[in-house]
């Protein structure tokens, strides 16, 4: 599970092995017991959450928004 950064005490990573076909760019976040997914592309956008509240996914929703880039240079040297 590659890190690609972390902030405010949230975990970003993706899984290694993200499915066949490959899911289309994604992020995971967590923090404590809590995960949630977010597309990357064409906009930020929960895909599932499991335990942060409402406000905490604006907040992270933001964060992606922000690294976008990051996130998706992460993945293609990834899985390149």
Request: charged share 30%; no cysteine.
């Amino acid at each position: 599970m590659p890190t690609v950064f972390r902030d405010r005490g949230f975990r970003f990573f993706f899984y290694s092995n993200e499915g066949t076909p490959r899911e289309p760019v994604h992020i995971h976040v967590e923090r404590d017991e809590n995960e949630a997914k977010f597309w990357v592309n064409p906009i930020v956008q929960v895909a599932y959450n499991d335990g942060h509240d409402a406000r905490t996914l604006r907040e992270l929703s933001g964060i992606i928004e922000v690294n976008r880039e990051r996130i998706v240079r992460a993945w293609n040297e990834f899985f390149g």
